[in-house]
């Protein structure tokens, strides 16, 4: 069963308009933590934002918002105010408990970010 | 100052050639990490090593070895070059809360 649920393969946005990535996740463990990373043309895979399982509130890095929703097993990645440079991929990964008790993270199958002007 | 690195960038080789990449990273991190991205951009995590030693090992072919000489360092020797093995690789380092990534090195088998 897939861990990382990214439902929308691709979207797009108008530039200066707010967007809203989907991500849902499954574990049984009480401890963990979720990431967006965002994977731009160039290839690289850059960190964006990190929300632990225990936190109150959700987690903001500038632009960037994590709307945690627990009960419904949703971390959604919200982008205010888009700008061209955020056409990328990105993608959603939770960090799990591995065999000896040691992280991992799992990657859903991303979604592919296009901002238009 | 980059946080982690890799080399090569670009990688093209004969099937059946052996080949390494190199991983280093600056931040002081005990654990390391190898990616595989697929050409559907799919990632799956290889292995991790904690402070050298192996605790991470995802039923990757024994094909591909890596190595830690120090905690700084995480190398990744591939034998036997198969087509399937093109991908890019990605190095990462990282605590509980933050994962960092290589800039990654895309391996094409010829």
Known sequence: AQKITQTQP???VQEKEAVTLDCTYDTSDP????FWYKQPSSGEMIFLIYQG??????ATEGRYSLN?????KSANLVISAS??????MYFCAMRERGSGGYNKLIFGAGTRLAVHP | DTAVSQTPKYLVTQMGNDKS?????NLGHDT????KQDSKKFLKIMFSYNNKELIINETVPNRFSPKSPDKAHLNLHINSLELGDSAVYFCASGHTDTQYFGPGTRLTVL
Do not use: H, P, T, V
Request: aromatic share 22%; charged share 20%.
């Open chain 1, 10 to 12: 691709g979207m797009f």
């Open chain 1, 31 to 34: 401890s963990y933590g979720l």
């Open chain 1, 53 to 58: 399982s225990y936190d109150q509130q959700n």
């Open chain 1, 68 to 72: 945690f929703q627990k009960a419904r």
């Open chain 1, 83 to 88: 700008q061209l440079g955020d056409s990328a």
């Open chain 2, 21 to 25: 990449i190199k991983c280093e990273q």
């Open chain 2, 32 to 35: 390391m990490y190898w990616y």
